[in-house]
């Protein structure tokens, strides 16, 4: 059975603070790892990656993926309230993504 | 920007109803999905859909649920006789060509609770 586990679970900063998101998964075919986040309802997409050791950056957002770990890191440099909310983590291979459980944002003014 | 839309945003019913549940992807894309997430779970996969055909379905996805995609825009999923278990927040998701179960653009979802 496909796996995938993010930590931590909940994570409590402050406005100006760099945060750092784990992904580790166990899946049978891998074709790429995509990072989602969800404040009300819809995920809304950050970033697909599909080879290790290439960093993916958009503003204060970056993520890279180690195959060789089964994992993949998500940082987040100075903090803002907008970024509270739950992010995702997911696997995807050809027509079906298996979600982690979700790492809980809240950033404190 | 193009969206996924899903109506509606609330669906409650009784046990034992069917349910339809509709969403209108977006508008160039070839892959759609749901997904559902029950409250404090994870998102899931239910169901993939190709080509006016099931790709892939998950072991939820049991003969109470179908769907359809009746015309060039809309694309359904069908619960026959709802159970309680059958609450959750139901997520239609579109992909382009190309990107295939992978970049999936979500919709903001139907809440459906079953009574």
């Known amino acids: 059975e496909d796996k995938v586990v993010q930590s931590p679970l909940s994570l409590v900063v402050h406005e100006g603070d760099t945060v750092t998101l784990n992904c580790s998964y166990e899946v049978t075919n891998f074709r790429s790892l995509l990072w989602y986040k969800q404040e009300k309802k819809a995920p809304t997409f950050l970033f697909m990656l599909t080879s290790s050791g290439i960093e993916k950056k958009s503003g204060r957002l970056s993520s890279i993926l180690d195959k060789k770990e089964l994992s993949s890191i998500l940082n987040i440099t100075a903090t803002q309230t907008g970024d509270s909310a739950i992010y995702l983590c997911a696997v995807g291979s050809y027509g079906k993504l298996t979600f982690g459980q979700g790492t809980i944002l809240t950033v404190h003014p | 920007e193009p969206e996924v839309t899903q109506t509606p945003s609330h669906q409650v019913t009784q046990m034992g109803q069917e349910v339809i549940l509709r969403c209108v992807p977006i508008s160039n894309h070839l892959y759609f999905y749901w997904y559902r997430q029950i409250l404090g779970q994870k998102v899931e996969f239910l169901v993939s859909f190709y080509n006016n055909e099931i790709s892939e379905k998950s072991e939820i996805f049991d003969d109470q649920f179908s769907v359809e995609r009746p015309d060039g825009s809309n694309f359904t999923l069908k619960i026959r006789s709802t159970k309680l278990e059958d609450s959750a927040m139901y997520f239609c998701?579109?992909?382009?060509?190309?990107?295939?179960?992978?970049?999936?653009?979500f919709g903001s979802g139907t809440q459906l609770s079953v009574l």
């Open positions: 998701a579109s992909s382009p060509q190309g990107a295939r179960g992978e970049k999936l653009f």
